[in-house]
């Protein structure tokens, strides 16, 4: 069983960044693909990155290519999403994820078809 934790979000401007973190408990973490969501209110719940189990594979979605990276410490058991040059759009609850596979399935990432999640984050951007 794994059980995950956000942190980080927070009210910013526009232009502003922002660190995520996903603290993870579960020996087995390390070995699953984990990555992260979002949900604007009033819209549905999206993909927003993904990576693989040693940090080797990495997707983004097309709207944050470019302004967010994720990447791993599976030595702490913690994801991190970098937020840079956010805008009022951005503004979601964030969500950690994470499946039981080594490289993320991404058909099932796209649907929001994963097997662990974290009770969010909110990230403001104000414009």
């Known amino acids: 069983q794994v059980q995950l934790v956000e942190s980080g979000g927070a009210l910013v401007q526009a232009g502003d960044s922002l660190r995520l973190s996903c603290a993870a408990s579960?020996?087995?973490?390390?070995?699953?693909?984990m990555g992260w969501f979002r949900q604007a209110p009033g819209k549905e719940r999206e993909f927003v990155a993904a990576?693989?189990?040693?940090?080797?594979?990495?997707k983004y979605a097309d709207s944050v290519k470019g302004r967010f990276t994720m990447s791993r410490d599976n030595a702490k058991n913690t994801g991190t999403l970098q937020l840079d040059s956010l805008q009022p759009e951005d503004t979601a609850v964030y969500y950690c994820?994470?499946?039981?596979?080594?490289?993320?399935?991404?058909?099932?990432?796209?649907?929001?078809?994963?097997?662990?999640w974290g009770q969010g984050t909110q990230v403001t951007v104000s414009s």
């Open positions: 990576i693989s189990w040693r940090g080797g594979t990495k």
């Open positions: 579960g020996r087995t973490f390390s070995t699953y693909a």
């Open positions: 994820a994470a499946e039981q596979t080594p490289v993320p399935t991404l058909s099932s990432w796209y649907l929001g078809r994963v097997d662990y």
